[in-house]
T-cell receptor, first 113, second 113 residues
């Protein structure tokens, strides 16, 4: 099955800095890579995703990059704000195939004012 | 947001008792999942369903069973609760009709004493 490794487990930055979270996956059949943000006491919510036919995607201050050859993808947050503080999860799975999402262990992002 | 409702949201139960968590969705999604979330482990798949009466085991299925008699409902049963099953349980759904976005419920906090 798929295995997703996520680093770092904790990331502390100053407001206005950039934050980068990295994930690697093992199954070359995976073709969909979403990122989720989880606030305290709530369920994870999708913030951005990327498919295997795309190398980069941006949405305002958030971007995701994918390197299929190396089997890794990254979340980039620029100009961080205190409200970005949360736990972030990456995931990988094969749509049209097994449809079993595998998640990384999560990164706790802390943005200091 | 997708209409995913989990019940109960909070429960305290005694060791050895059976417990059933319910997930109800209004999106008509084919795929449904039960994850448990524990510190340091992220989201781990317990069981999943790919259609009515079609279910399969995830990576941490021991001690759990599921049933899906209707598209909208996915039940998770702890046959005889143990303290190691104290956790936060999340239901999730997806389908190609929603662009493969995984939608999560708000979580069920279970404490086994």
């Amino acid at each position: 099955g798929e295995n997703v490794e996520q680093h770092p487990s904790t990331l502390s930055v100053q407001e206005g800095d950039s934050a980068v979270i990295k994930c690697t996956y093992s199954d070359s059949a995976s073709n969909y890579f979403p990122w989720y943000k989880q606030e305290l006491g709530k369920g994870p919510q999708l913030i951005i995703d990327i498919r295997s036919n795309v190398g980069e995607k941006k949405d305002q201050r958030i971007a995701v990059t994918l390197n299929k050859t190396a089997k890794h993808f990254s979340l980039h947050i620029t100009e961080t704000q205190p409200e970005d503080s949360a736990v972030y999860f990456c995931a990988a799975f094969e749509t049209g195939g097994s449809y079993i999402p595998t998640f990384g262990r999560g990164t706790s992002l802390i943005v200091h004012p | 947001d997708a209409g995913i409702t989990q019940s109960p949201r909070h429960k305290v139960t005694e060791t050895g008792t059976p417990v059933t968590l319910r997930c109800h969705q209004t999106e008509n999604h084919r795929y449904m999942y039960w994850y448990r979330q524990d510190p340091g482990h992220g989201l781990r798949l317990i069981h999943y369903s790919y259609g009515v009466k079609d279910t399969d085991k995830g990576e941490v299925s021991d001690g759990y069973s599921v049933s899906r008699s209707k598209t909208e409902d996915f039940l998770l049963t702890l046959e005889s609760a143990t303290s190691s099953q104290t956790s936060v349980y999340f239901c999730a759904t997806t389908d190609y009709t929603s662009g493969n976005t995984i939608y999560f419920g708000e979580g069920s906090w279970l404490t086994v004493v």
